[in-house]
């Protein structure tokens, strides 16, 4: 049951629109900051399947730039 | 029960966020979360805190640990720490994971007939211990070794040495540090007669600029860089990163000039060159702190068998190596480095800049050098021109890569030519050691044996029968290791492992003696900075796991050692430190005492009336300096430091046509040097999960490789298959390909050269001629 958190760096001027993206995510907890363009990505998914699959989808949103893992943990 | 696990994850997340948290401040300092967010953040459940050092790099960030019910559960930085004030990189967070890795080894194991049989500890060392003495018996002192490691805690390093040295007789000890560490230590000895850098990270609060040799610091200092970055948004400081091939480090940094393999010599002359031709020498700095000295050259580079080379200093004077320097115009060095003329005269004003504060950073580019020593003393060079050394923001400064490269390896003395305080050559030094270990100072040789490379060349060759390695992988880590493999699974060889989990070296191993980890027993470590780090044993080893010191104490007493060895198996850390802070007593290396590092995070040596010193040789912080000038540089006699001449010369292999690339290996940010801990982190193993071969894009099109398409690299000694890593990571000049080498499955260590440099003995492994076929 991986939990893990990234950082989320939007392409320029799209920081809003990445925070928005990234809320549609049951699985995700977006701690946005207030004065920098930059997000904290927290993921609690089941398995490492959904945890791939969660990876994948992030990546897809046209309005990240970078996603960097910072860490992760693994409750089983 | 399920709340217990709600909780428990509902801490986990939060745990996962403070971490983020910190890395988003190292890159964003002043960097805000909604207020409700972090308050929620700082709940940090029912844990126990404890203090240590990290396990893994050099920088020796201050950690703390949570444990719950005997477990390590959580590690956060250390907001007390000097060094890295709160902030941990991406090993440091998950480093106790591998702890309970499913095949970690709580069992001793004794091959029989080919298999391992698991038996008690006791009779473990008791094999080990008779092995030893009838191999001594049989075939002499010299035909035993033990091969420890910049990991080693320091008194494991200690009994090591006073096991070895002291009770046994040989100096058949070395470390992995000679790996990585021992140009810069042959540097510091040649310039300054005394090792380790005069100065401290604070220096990163005072610099106006920072360049880093060859060192990719973003990835293996990831802290100390993330300081510089602060200082870059407070300041306004400039990094500038001089380098063979495009890192993350040279992307964050303000310029990246980048230099062909080896030429670093040339460069370093010609900074030389253009200071004294411009006029920028501070002329009295020079004429009353420095010398100027030349040695031998054309060296060769020790790939052979027993070679040797002693060094044959000759004093000359200021105008014979101004002479000496006309080879190294700007215009000539930049025809063989590729640096422009421009950047070369650039990096000289910077350092010739008086009113620019400047540090030079560098670790495995420089040391892991056929020439290293050279290219150590050619960077003190230009510190010593210029006068800026031994102050607050100016200073050469040689990171180490392990967590206790310093405190054990070169303080403790774990090399062959090494004792506690000073080396065997020299007949007082012994004395003082045999003194203090109370054995009879002729049992301990003055002559040195075998450095790393050496000792397993005698392994295979047979002149070493018996070999016990502590806390390091020789079978991932040494160059051109297929060779060594080979020796060790020989007949009459008896190999010992003492280690965590099985490795390629266990692999081999006759006994497997399973150890503690670094939070299961009292330690110390000491950092790049001449920091002394304690910690306190958090929770017990699994199984029969002991601690590596008490290991080689239960063998000596075995062997008939004991009376040296009265230690306490609940306390012998703590008896040992006491005990090997006598070597170092005076001002110039007097470690803090224990109840002090019990204390706060650490002290740097020397540490003097209750104060630590954070800038030697200079009279205004370094209580040592008794000459009465501003600066003493007392390693030496005279109390000078010496300017080397030292020339520009090629490396032992470059490409040809038969090989046309080059080959430069190194790490990467998500794994700790041969991955045997880190990859047992599922979190850092499947960021990072395999090696890869990095190309240039040209390079990549020219041989059809795409990315991910498997490539053979092959030297005139090995090959291994890696997939390709084009415009991903990092980018090789063409004609350059890069591999780390934390991948026990692609073994580039069987395609490296074990040439070195013949002052340090330290091998090169980032540069060897190969060839690249698309598989």
Redesign the interface.
């Known amino acids: 049951?991986?939990?893990?958190?990234?950082?989320a760096h939007p392409h320029d001027g799209r920081y809003k629109e990445l925070l928005s993206e990234l809320s549609k995510f049951t699985t995700c907890?977006v701690?946005?900051?207030?004065?920098?363009e930059?997000a904290?990505?927290?993921t609690?998914t089941k398995d490492d399947f959904e945890d791939k699959n969660l990876q994948v989808e992030i990546n897809s949103i046209k309005s990240l730039k970078m996603l960097s893992?910072?860490?992760?943990?693994?409750?089983e | 029960m399920s709340k217990k696990i709600t909780s428990r994850r509902d801490f986990l997340k939060k745990m996962a966020a403070a971490s983020a948290m910190t890395a988003a401040a190292s890159l964003f300092p002043g960097i805000m979360f909604a207020e409700e967010q972090i308050r929620n953040i700082k709940t940090s459940g029912n844990l126990k805190w404890t203090k240590a050092p990290c396990r893994f790099c050099g920088v020796g960030c201050g950690v703390l640990v949570g444990t719950e019910n005997e477990k390590a559960v959580a590690v956060k930085g250390d907001p007390n720490s000097p060094v890295n004030k709160g902030l941990c990189c991406v090993k440091g967070y998950h480093q106790t994971i591998c702890m309970y890795a499913k095949d970690r080894l709580t069992k001793p194991l004794v091959k029989k007939n080919g298999k391992y049989v698991e038996t008690s500890m006791e009779e473990a060392l008791d094999l080990v211990a008779s092995k030893m003495k009838e191999t001594i018996e049989k075939h002499g002192k010299d035909s035993v070794a033990m091969y420890t490691s910049g990991q080693s805690t320091i008194p494991e390093g200690y009994v090591a040495s006073k096991f070895m040295k002291g009770a046994i007789g040989t100096n058949n000890l070395d470390c992995n540090a000679r790996l990585c560490m021992a140009s810069a230590v042959a540097g510091f000895l040649t310039t300054f007669g005394a090792d380790e850098p005069m100065g401290c990270y604070e220096d990163i609060d005072h610099a106006d600029v920072f360049i880093t040799w060859g060192n990719n610091m973003a990835e293996m200092h990831p802290v100390l860089f993330s300081r510089m970055l602060d200082q870059r948004l407070k300041r306004g400081v400039k990094i500038i990163d001089f380098a063979t091939r495009t890192t993350r480090s040279s992307m964050a940094s303000d310029k990246s000039i980048l230099f062909e393999p080896q030429t670093d010599l040339a460069v370093a002359n010609a900074i030389a060159y253009e200071i004294i031709n411009n006029g920028w020498m501070n002329k009295d700095f020079v004429n009353e702190h420095c010398n100027f000295s030349k040695g031998l050259t054309n060296m060769g580079y020790g790939t052979e068998d027993n070679y040797k080379f002693k060094d044959e200093p000759t004093k000359i004077n200021l105008e014979e190596y101004k002479d000496f320097l006309n080879d190294y115009t700007p215009e000539k060095v930049s025809k063989i480095s590729g640096v422009s003329v421009k950047d070369i005269k650039y990096l000289a004003n910077i350092y010739g800049d008086p009113n620019k504060k400047v540090v030079s950073y560098w670790c495995m580019g420089m040391n892991q050098h056929t020439r290293g020593t050279w290219i150590n003393n050619l960077v003190y060079n230009i510190h010593l021109l210029t006068g800026k050394i031994s102050q607050p923001g100016n200073g050469p400064f040689s990171l180490t890569g392990q967590p206790s490269a310093c405190g054990t390896a070169r303080e403790v003395g774990t090399f062959t030519h090494k004792l506690p305080h000073g080396v065997v050559m020299n007949e007082k030094h012994r004395e003082h050691a045999a003194k203090i270990w109370k054995v009879p100072v002729e049992r301990i040789p003055a002559k040195p044996t075998y450095h790393a490379t050496e000792m397993f060349r005698a392994l295979d060759r047979g002149d070493i029968k018996f070999i016990w390695t502590q806390v390091t992988n020789p079978l991932v880590s040494l160059p051109n290791v297929s060779r060594f493999t080979n020796g060790a699974k020989k007949d009459d060889r008896f190999i010992v492992v003492s280690d965590v989990f099985p490795t390629p070296t266990s692999d081999v191993a006759d006994v497997i003696l399973p150890a503690a980890w670094h939070i299961e027993k009292n330690g110390l470590y000491g950092n790049s900075e001449r920091r002394t780090q304690y910690w306190e044993k958090m929770v017990e080893p699994p199984g029969e796991a002991m601690a590596d010191a008490w290991q080689t104490v239960e063998v000596a007493r075995r062997m008939g050692y004991g009376d040296l060895f009265p230690y306490s198996k609940e306390n012998h850390e703590d008896e040992i430190y006491n005990e090997y802070r006598l070597h170092h007593e005076g001002k110039k290396h007097n470690m803090a005492p224990l109840e002090v590092l019990k204390e706060q995070s650490g002290a740097m040596w020397p540490y003097v009336d209750g104060k630590e010193t954070k800038w030697r040789f200079n009279a205004k912080y370094d209580p040592a300096c008794d000459n009465g000038k501003e600066f003493h540089f007392y390693g030496k006699k005279d109390g000078r430091a010496i300017i080397w001449q030292r020339p520009y010369e090629p490396a032992a292999e470059s490409p040809d046509n038969d090989y046309p690339f080059w080959l430069n290996t190194g790490r990467v940010i998500e794994h700790w040097h041969t991955g045997s801990m880190t990859r047992r982190i599922p979190v850092l193993h499947q960021a990072m999960p395999h090696a890869y071969v990095e190309l240039h894009p040209d390079d990549a099109e020219n041989y059809g490789i795409s990315n991910g398409q498997k490539v053979k690299v092959i030297s005139r000694r090995g090959t291994t298959v890696l997939p390709a890593s084009i415009n991903e990571r990092g980018l090789p000049t063409k004609g350059q390909v890069f591999v780390p080498f934390f991948d026990e499955n692609m073994m580039i260590n069987d395609v490296t050269l074990d040439a070195f440099c013949p002052i340090s003995k330290e091998p090169d492994y980032k540069k060897c001629a190969v060839k690249i076929e698309k598989v």
């Open positions: 049951m991986p939990i893990k958190s990234y950082l907890d701690i946005p900051s207030e004065n920098e930059l904290i990505v927290v609690d893992m910072v860490s992760g943990f693994e409750t």
